[in-house]
Every structure is written in C-alpha cells, then in structure tokens.
C-alpha cells in the first residue's frame, strides 16, 4: 500500500470534500508553529505529496485541540490526517520523537502525569 | 444516585483537590461516586486512528464494567471525559471497532456502547440542578469574577461530547452564578491551552498562556476555573497573571466543606 492510501485509511478522511477556504488553518492555536498548515496537509495528502509532511516538525505541532474538525464547513476532519501522517512517521523504527530518557530532564516537580501519558501517546509508538 | 466513577491518573498524584473536592460536595449533594475498580489510565488523548485498538480498550473496560453495574460512567478530568465518551462513540458508531475491541477483551457480556458517560459538570447541571445547588450554597462567592476555562477537550467534538454549544458554552458560566459569582464571558475560554506541547515546545505553550490570560484580564477576571490538569499546569506558569482554580475546589468553598 502506498503511503498516501495507507493516511486516507487510517484517518477515514476524504480529502476531496474540501473546499480549500482555509477555515480549518484560521483557527488552528498552533498556527504559527507549524510549516505546513491544517489546509496544505489536507492539499498535500491529497496530491500525494508526502514525505514533505513526514519530515516536518509541524506533525509535533498540533495540539488535538479539534478545533479544525469543529469548524470545517465540510467536515473533512484535518487533525485526523495530520495524526495518521504523524503515525506513519513514528511507526518506523527507530523514529520516537520523544524517548523516555529524554523525559527526566523535560518535567518539573509539578508536571502532570497526564502531559506524559499524552506526549508518549502521541509522539512515540 | 449512585455513580461508577473514573477518576484516572492524574486525579490520584498532582491534582488531587479536583477529586477530593468533588467527593466532598458529592456527599453534600446527595450522590454517590463509587470508584471503578481496577480502572486503567485512559491513555490522556484519544486515538484517532481508526487502527488503532489496544490504546482503546482501558476505556472500553471501565464502560463494560459501569454498565456491569447497570450505572452511568462518571468522569471528572477533561481528558478523561474526552477520551472515554470518544471511544464510547466509536464503539456505538464503528462496527470494525466494536468487534475488534470485543474480541480483544473476550467479555462474558460484550460491550456495544449501552453506558452513558456523564461529566461532574453534567451531573450538577441535570441531576442536582442549579437552582438547587443554589439553595445549598452556604458561603456565596460574592464579587468574585471568574473565567471559566473550557479549553478544547469538554466541548469537542461537539456532536459526540455534546455537553454544551461548542462555540457558546454556558454549563461552567451557570455554576459559577449558581454559586454567587460573577462569570466572565472572553474570546478564548474555548481554545486549547497547548495542551501536550509543555513538553516538547514550552515557548509555543507560554504564547498560548499568555493570549489567554490577556483575554480573560482584558474582560475583567480575577480568576479561573478548570476541570482539567493540563490546562491547570499551563496556565499556571510562574509568568501567569491570573490564578487558576479548580472548579471543585470553588464548589467546595461555596458549600462551605472546605476546611
Ligand atoms: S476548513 Fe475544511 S474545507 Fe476549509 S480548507 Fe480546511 S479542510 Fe478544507
Ligand atoms: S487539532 Fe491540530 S491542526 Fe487542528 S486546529 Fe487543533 S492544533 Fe490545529
């Protein structure tokens, strides 16, 4: 399967219903950390132009906030691609954005157990 | 009313006072929250990917053993509720999930969805009432302005969590009149905190704190409330301007059982 058919299957996302009018970007908080935008992904999923987004730090940008799956006039969906894009980089080996020696010197006394259940959810497999 | 409730993770270590505060009222209030036993980390974000099962099942577990007592699933953490209520609907929605995760755990009875989930929120707002809870106020928090923080995890999706209008909430705005105060409507009560990026990219997560509290100042809020500890962690940064609070923690003192 080819990395694009594999995004489309696992996301469950038909990046043909867009209608590129940007909303889903407008509105995402993490915006400016990101390279490639909420609306380019869908775009650039659909062309098949991958692995562009699978070397991108914007892939450890978004915030699952749903914001963009919220407010999409035609429900596309995005953070559901930008996730299985995210998933088909660190499914790799050897291709964990965080590790678990990182993390010691990445928390304070009061970071909650619930920023590192997620961050391991989401940036490592 | 008698409750399952899932406390998660979080509840047990760093933010303790959002549980305990909320068993205190509850026993005031007259319900019961009796913990799942043997309940499982939710896993903090819900897995979007449709093959993504093992991640799914804690939820799936605590759901089955809620409906094992014939009781709703009662959460109190945001990304707890988020998750669980998530997963439910994957279960009721998707049948490749549902059987998946049903042949995975090998139930004796198997799971297809029939637990409500219900937020402590929801639980004031349709079980106890607000005008209820209003009467059994003893120390109203008079002249207090306060900001309810919803951050994106009680309100979205708004067709699944279906808690409130996700764009024009007013569950925590009714608490907070509910218990004498004054609530504080501002642009970015709905907008994520940054969420897991405190760790990974604290910087982006201080711009994040900042809009925020710029937002609810600008509005005139001398505090906020949240139900969820990620939000309390990163709105509470040392270079916050505005105090962060615990709903349960204000509930408690307006029913007058905070010692
Ligand atoms: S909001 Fe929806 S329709 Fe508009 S650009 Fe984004 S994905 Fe496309
Ligand atoms: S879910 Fe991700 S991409 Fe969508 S608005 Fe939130 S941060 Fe942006």
Redesign the interface.
Same mark, same amino acid.
């Given at each position: 399967m080819d990395k694009r058919e594999e995004i489309l299957?696992?996301?469950?996302v038909d990046p043909k219903k867009c209608m590129r009018c940007g909303k889903c970007s407008a509105t995402c908080?993490?915006y400016?950390?990101m390279e490639y935008h909420p609306h380019q992904f869908v775009y650039m999923v659909e062309t098949g132009n991958i692995e562009p987004l699978l070397e991108s730090k914007s892939l450890?940008?978004c915030?699952?906030?749903? %914001?963009c799956?919220?407010r999409c006039p035609r429900d596309v969906e995005p %953070?559901?691609l930008v996730? %299985?894009v995210r998933?088909c980089a660190i499914r790799q080996k050897g291709a964990n954005?965080?590790k678990a020696e990182d993390?010691p010197e990445?928390?304070d006394e009061?970071?909650?157990?619930?920023?590192?259940?997620?961050?391991f959810?989401?940036?490592s497999k | 009313m008698k409750y399952s409730y899932f406390p998660?993770?979080?509840l047990k270590?760093?933010?303790t006072e959002l549980d305990k505060y909320a068993r205190d009222c509850a026993a005031v209030l007259g319900f019961e929250m009796e913990e799942i036993e043997n309940w499982q980390?939710c896993?903090?974000?819900?897995?979007?990917?449709?093959?993504e099962i093992a991640?799914k099942l804690s939820s799936v577990r605590a759901l089955a053993d809620a409906k094992a007592h014939g009781r709703k699933l009662l959460t109190l953490?945001s990304?707890c509720h988020n998750v669980i209520k998530q997963v439910n609907n994957d279960i009721l929605t998707d049948s490749d999930i549902c059987s998946r995760a049903n042949n995975y755990l090998k139930l004796d009875d198997p799971y297809n969805g029939e637990t409500e989930v219900v937020h402590y929120l929801e639980v004031l707002r349709d079980e106890v009432g607000f005008g209820e809870l209003k009467k059994a106020v003893k120390n109203p928090l008079k002249g207090k302005k306060i900001a309810a923080y919803y951050?994106?995890l009680l309100l979205?999706?708004?067709a699944v969590m279906a808690m409130d209008d996700?764009?024009n909430p007013r569950i925590m705005e009714d608490l907070i009149r509910a218990l004498g105060a004054e609530p504080v409507i501002y642009p970015q009560r709905n907008?994520?905190c940054?969420?897991?990026?405190?760790?990974?990219?604290p910087e982006?997560v201080a711009?994040?704190r900042k809009k925020i509290a710029d937002s609810a100042k600008e509005f005139g809020a001398d505090m906020f409330i949240t139900a969820c500890?990620?939000c309390?962690?990163n709105l509470?940064k040392a270079d916050s301007s505005v105090p962060v609070y615990y709903f349960t923690e204000l509930l408690a003192e307006a029913l007058g059982v905070k010692e």
């Amino acid at each position: 399967m080819d990395k694009r058919e594999e995004i489309l299957l696992i996301s469950g996302v038909d990046p043909k219903k867009c209608m590129r009018c940007g909303k889903c970007s407008a509105t995402c908080p993490s915006y400016d950390e990101m390279e490639y935008h909420p609306h380019q992904f869908v775009y650039m999923v659909e062309t098949g132009n991958i692995e562009p987004l699978l070397e991108s730090k914007s892939l450890y940008k978004c915030l699952s906030c749903f %914001a963009c799956i919220e407010r999409c006039p035609r429900d596309v969906e995005p %953070a559901k691609l930008v996730e %299985a894009v995210r998933l088909c980089a660190i499914r790799q080996k050897g291709a964990n954005h965080i590790k678990a020696e990182d993390v010691p010197e990445l928390v304070d006394e009061d970071t909650p157990q619930q920023l590192l259940m997620s961050v391991f959810r989401k940036y490592s497999k | 009313m008698k409750y399952s409730y899932f406390p998660g993770c979080t509840l047990k270590s760093k933010a303790t006072e959002l549980d305990k505060y909320a068993r205190d009222c509850a026993a005031v209030l007259g319900f019961e929250m009796e913990e799942i036993e043997n309940w499982q980390c939710c896993g903090g974000v819900y897995p979007m990917a449709r093959d993504e099962i093992a991640t799914k099942l804690s939820s799936v577990r605590a759901l089955a053993d809620a409906k094992a007592h014939g009781r709703k699933l009662l959460t109190l953490c945001s990304a707890c509720h988020n998750v669980i209520k998530q997963v439910n609907n994957d279960i009721l929605t998707d049948s490749d999930i549902c059987s998946r995760a049903n042949n995975y755990l090998k139930l004796d009875d198997p799971y297809n969805g029939e637990t409500e989930v219900v937020h402590y929120l929801e639980v004031l707002r349709d079980e106890v009432g607000f005008g209820e809870l209003k009467k059994a106020v003893k120390n109203p928090l008079k002249g207090k302005k306060i900001a309810a923080y919803y951050g994106c995890l009680l309100l979205r999706p708004g067709a699944v969590m279906a808690m409130d209008d996700p764009e024009n909430p007013r569950i925590m705005e009714d608490l907070i009149r509910a218990l004498g105060a004054e609530p504080v409507i501002y642009p970015q009560r709905n907008e994520c905190c940054g969420g897991y990026l405190s760790l990974d990219d604290p910087e982006a997560v201080a711009k994040r704190r900042k809009k925020i509290a710029d937002s609810a100042k600008e509005f005139g809020a001398d505090m906020f409330i949240t139900a969820c500890p990620l939000c309390m962690y990163n709105l509470n940064k040392a270079d916050s301007s505005v105090p962060v609070y615990y709903f349960t923690e204000l509930l408690a003192e307006a029913l007058g059982v905070k010692e």
